[in-house]
């Protein structure tokens, strides 16, 4: 976990470690570091479905548990032969650890199939382009089926029969993560809704208790490095968990992943949705979010926590 965490700041040294090798008289090592990133940033990636498995390491780590019956299991499971998902993860958190862990979690539990022995639910996953270029990062994260979250391929992932899994409060949730409080950012993110309206998928809500007390952060929402990470879709913060290093906290009372039920398939009356069937659909996933939040939050050891949604 720790090793997973580091990789944010190894790859920020390793780059800042360019112009401090040539001023310090050793150009061939700077065009070595230079040359290293680079090859680490473009060589092919592809999905490795063995490595979802990874995150079942981390399931006593955090005290992970889940919400999910066996009969609700099976409802998925049969949901699933006909239906495609777009799976929402709240929060974000500054490293979202929690993404891991739903990935070893779906890949093990979520399958169709009356003994749960055929394939699994677990689609792709769509993230900010920017991170697709870090070096190790982007491997990591091609292993798990992440891409790109620009729409069209989001869409055409959809429309080949994929299930798909989001974090919605993207950068912007980032800044918002605390130990102490619960915030999402939703209100304005319509993509999702519209994304639905167009492919038929079913919109599901996913909070993680725990997800917001990995670590701590030096920045806030209002900051000025926080409103520039948001124009430019990349994150500039300091993070840090034990002993100030990158060693995540582990969540008081663990980490539960409270899975809401799938809203209703909807598709738009007629050609493009329109801006009220956006907001309705916007509408109902907020409120299933909310009680979803308000329905586990005692089971998650957090009876008095309340969520923010902005």
Same mark, same amino acid.
């Given at each position: 976990?720790?090793?997973?965490?580091?990789l944010?700041?190894?790859?920020?040294?390793?780059?800042?470690?360019v112009? %401090?090798?040539?001023?310090?008289?050793?150009?061939?090592?700077?065009?070595?570091?230079?040359?290293?990133?680079?090859v680490? !940033?473009?060589?092919?990636?592809?999905e490795?479905?063995?490595?979802?498995?990874?995150?079942q390491?981390?399931?006593?780590?955090f005290?992970?548990?889940?919400? %999910?019956?066996?009969?609700?299991?099976d409802?998925?499971?049969e949901?699933?032969?006909?239906?495609?998902?777009?799976?929402?993860?709240?929060?974000?958190?500054?490293?979202?650890?929690?993404?891991?862990?739903?990935c070893?979690?779906?890949d093990?539990?979520?399958r169709?199939g009356?003994d749960?022995?055929?394939?699994t639910?677990?689609?792709?996953? !769509?993230m900010?382009?920017?991170?697709?270029?870090?070096?190790?990062?982007r491997t990591i994260?091609?292993?798990?089926a992440?891409?790109?979250?620009?729409?069209?391929t989001?869409?055409?992932?959809?429309e080949?029969?994929?299930?798909?899994?989001?974090?919605?409060?993207?950068?912007?949730?980032?800044?918002?993560?605390?130990?102490d409080?619960?915030?999402?950012?939703?209100r304005?993110?319509?993509?999702?809704?519209?994304l639905?309206l167009?492919? !038929?998928?079913?919109?599901?809500?996913?909070?993680?208790f725990?997800?917001?007390a990995?670590?701590?952060q030096?920045l806030?929402?209002?900051?000025?490095?926080?409103?520039?990470?948001?124009?430019?879709?990349v994150?500039?913060?300091?993070?840090?968990?034990?002993?100030?290093?990158?060693i995540p906290f582990?969540?008081?009372?663990?980490?539960?992943?409270?899975?809401?039920?799938?809203?209703?398939?909807?598709?738009?009356a007629?050609?493009?949705p329109?801006?009220?069937?956006?907001?309705?659909?916007?509408?109902?996933y907020?409120?299933?979010?909310?009680?979803l939040?308000?329905?586990?939050?005692?089971?998650?050891?957090?009876?008095d926590?309340?969520?923010e949604v902005?």
């Amino acid at each position: 976990v720790t090793v997973f965490s580091s990789l944010f700041y190894l790859v920020a040294a390793a780059a800042a470690s360019v112009p %401090v090798l040539y001023a310090l008289g050793r150009p061939r090592a700077s065009v070595g570091v230079v040359g290293v990133l680079v090859v680490l !940033g473009v060589i092919p990636t592809r999905e490795w479905p063995a490595f979802r498995q990874f995150g079942q390491l981390w399931y006593e780590m955090f005290e992970m548990r889940h919400n %999910v019956s066996q009969e609700r299991m099976d409802r998925f499971a049969e949901a699933a032969e006909t239906d495609r998902f777009i799976l929402g993860m709240h929060p974000h958190g500054i490293v979202p650890l929690q993404a891991v862990l739903w990935c070893a979690y779906c890949d093990q539990y979520l399958r169709v199939g009356p003994d749960r022995s055929g394939p699994t639910l677990y689609g792709f996953g !769509g993230m900010a382009s920017v991170v697709l270029w870090v070096p190790v990062l982007r491997t990591i994260l091609a292993w798990l089926a992440g891409g790109p979250a620009d729409y069209a391929t989001l869409k055409a992932g959809l429309e080949a029969g994929k299930n798909l899994y989001m974090l919605p409060g993207g950068l912007a949730e980032i800044f918002t993560a605390r130990r102490d409080r619960h915030v999402v950012v939703w209100r304005r993110r319509r993509g999702l809704c519209r994304l639905a309206l167009e492919t !038929g998928a079913r919109l599901v809500p996913l909070y993680v208790f725990g997800g917001e007390a990995f670590f701590d952060q030096l920045l806030t929402s209002d900051s000025a490095l926080a409103r520039l990470s948001r124009k430019l879709q990349v994150s500039f913060t300091l993070f840090w968990g034990q002993a100030f290093l990158p060693i995540p906290f582990r969540p008081p009372s663990g980490v539960l992943l409270a899975i809401a039920d799938p809203l209703p398939s909807v598709r738009a009356a007629r050609g493009p949705p329109t801006p009220a069937e956006i907001d309705d659909l916007h509408a109902k996933y907020e409120r299933a979010l909310l009680d979803l939040f308000d329905r586990y939050k005692a089971a998650a050891g957090q009876p008095d926590a309340t969520l923010e949604v902005r």
